[in-house]
């Protein structure tokens, strides 16, 4: 593949595998979730992440070739070839950690999404237009969630500062930018993430001071997703999950 | 077949009027507004389509029943291609298709992000239980005054 395919491939593979990745684990909320409006809610956003990661892994297996489809993509690549973020591929925890994390996500996407309508790319332009509309829902709700529990009763209040304090340390990794996202910039396709910054604290330190909760003092953050370097041990774990049908059954389809 | 006895782009159309929805029967595909575009490339009748929320489960389902719809009226070369921009708004649902939710119990999507009154009782005292409800493009809400919970069609 050209230098410049390459590049390309890898940011739709970080957009996708985000998708992928948390679309997944929300989904394993399915039938658990604490009351049934939450679960219904938890298995739609798992839906429109899913419906978006068809779009990126779709686009990133027509620009790598080969006749691979997005299902090749999904199914048959190892932990060290996916590119999401450490964030989405942590076990959800309890409820409110699941929301945490949502949220934390909800409120990136909700920013990148915006410029990435106005990519030179029409592809990009025009999945990010269609996934902006579903991400607007999705921080509406993973927002007021974290403000309800967080300025909520003692429990609830104390499970959302333990989340944030688990979570707060991988959120750093969205704005770690690389090679890959100098060349998304030179080409026009996509913003520099480091430069989302300021307004995504601006957001999140809206929503969390609503919800009476602290942000931790510290910027350490754990990275290692979004280049494939090193992801946590729970990636394996999940695509154990995920991936066995194919894994099995080669090839099955409905 | 010769050219004089391709289908009318009306009577495609036509056609694709007859076809519900497979998760709102009550409404018709074109009452959602999905079908962007219906056109002849040469002989290749091309239906454009775009999805309502990327993951509706609902849209293979569209794909086969307008597939077998057009079959069923001899339309044999047919090729269903998907578009995504401009993305899919409740704009674009027809008058008459509002219509018919709200006679099905469905809410009909408001500017202003929330239904206007009950579809059961028409009184304005309602109220959100969920942003999201039984299919992607719908949430949950109750009306206060006949205490009967509905659907409402989320304005995207």
């Given amino acids: 593949m050209a230098a410049d395919r390459e ?91 699941t929301l ?51 300025d909520g009763t003692e429990e609830s209040h104390a499970r959302m500062q333990a989340a944030l304090d688990r979570l707060w340390p991988y959120v750093g990794e969205m704005f770690a930018s690389d090679d890959v996202d100098s060349a998304m910039v030179a080409a026009g396709i996509a913003p520099d993430p480091a430069t989302l910054r300021a307004e995504y604290d601006a957001l999140v330190g809206q929503v969390l001071t609503e919800a009476t909760l602290s942000i931790p003092d510290s910027d350490f953050a754990h990275k290692g997703g979004r280049t494939g370097k090193t992801h946590t041990e729970h990636l394996g774990h999940l695509l154990t999950q995920m991936q066995w049908l194919q894994r099995a059954y080669p090839g099955a389809t409905w | 077949m010769t050219l004089n006895s391709i289908p009318s782009i009306d009577s495609i159309w036509n056609w694709l009027d007859a076809i519900p929805d497979p998760e709102i029967p009550a409404i018709s595909l074109t009452d959602l507004g999905i079908i962007r575009d219906v056109t002849y490339e040469g002989d290749t009748l091309i239906v454009t389509l775009t999805p309502t929320y990327s993951g509706c489960p609902a849209t293979s389902i569209i794909n086969l029943d307008i597939e077998t719809a057009l079959r069923s009226h001899g339309i044999k070369k047919l090729e269903l291609r998907r578009q995504l921009s401009p993305a899919w708004t409740t704009d674009w649902m027809t008058q008459d298709g509002r219509a018919k939710l709200e006679k099905y119990g469905i809410a009909p999507p408001q500017p202003s992000g929330g239904p206007t009154k009950c579809p059961h009782c028409g009184s304005q005292a309602v109220e959100k239980l969920s942003q999201f409800g039984s299919t992607p493009c719908k949430s949950q809400w109750r009306c206060t005054a006949c205490l009967e919970p509905f659907d409402y069609f989320k304005c995207i």
Avoid at chain 1, 74 to 86: G, K, Q
Avoid at chain 1, 119 to 137: L, M, P, T
Wanted: with cysteine.
């Fill in chain 1, 100 to 150: 945490m994390r949502q949220f934390l996500f909800d409120a990136f996407q909700s920013i990148l999404l915006p410029r990435l309508t106005k990519s030179s790319d029409s592809q990009i332009a025009a999945i990010a237009e269609k996934a902006n509309k579903e991400v607007a829902y999705h921080v509406e709700r993973s927002a007021d969630t974290v403000v309800g529990l967080g």
């Fill in chain 1, 7 to 97: 590049m390309l491939f890898q940011f739709l593979l970080r957009m996708g595998d985000n998708s992928l990745i948390l679309g997944h684990r929300v989904s394993e909320w399915c039938g658990h979730a604490p009351v049934l409006e939450e679960d219904i809610a938890l298995a739609n956003t798992a839906l429109d992440l899913i419906g978006q990661t068809q779009f990126w892994l779709g686009y990133a297996a027509e620009v790598q070739g080969d006749n691979k489809t997005a299902d090749d993509l999904a199914f048959l690549r190892d932990v060290w070839d996916f590119r999401n973020i450490l964030l989405v591929e942590l076990p959800n925890g309890d409820f409110g950690q």
